[in-house]
């Protein structure tokens, strides 16, 4: 049985996270979603809520779970057996970072493997920041967002 691990902030989930998921859903038997809680960065929402956000998303996927975690994700993977991380990438920017961060983290485990997996051509503007922006100003994210999320950015933006 191949687990892979999906990490990220999902700061809120998107329809480029959900695609990406889709896609891993039919190449490996089990993917663990892995929302992180990295004390360095600032997020629009906390880390349960974007863990529920994302659990509720991937409901109806039986071989998809999502944990939270606050450390490195290549010991998360040891911890958990896992052999394989799975990243989407969007531009060629998104990929001079991801390359990078597959350097690291094979420096720190050379065990562990990342994937990148290439967003479809639909999702290839979607970005948690740029949705949130978008709907700071009032624009329309329905398409870039499942309602669920839609919903709860307009509830914390109101605050
Ligand atoms: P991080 O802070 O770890 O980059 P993100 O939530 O921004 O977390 O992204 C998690 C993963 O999903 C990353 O590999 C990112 O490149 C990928 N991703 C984000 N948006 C898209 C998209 N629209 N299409 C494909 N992959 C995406």
Known sequence: MTRVLFPGSFDPPTNGHLNILHRAAKLWDEIDVVVAMNQLKRYTFSAEERRDMMSVLVSDYANIKVTLWDGLIVDYAEMTGAKVIVRGVRALADFSYEFELSMTNKGLKPGIE???IPTDPQYFVLRSSAIKE???????????????????????LAK
């Open 114 to 116: 990342t994937i990148f």
């Open 134 to 156: 978008i709907a700071m100003l009032g624009g329309d994210i329905s398409s870039m967002v499942p309602p669920l999320v839609a919903g709860a950015l307009r509830a914390k």
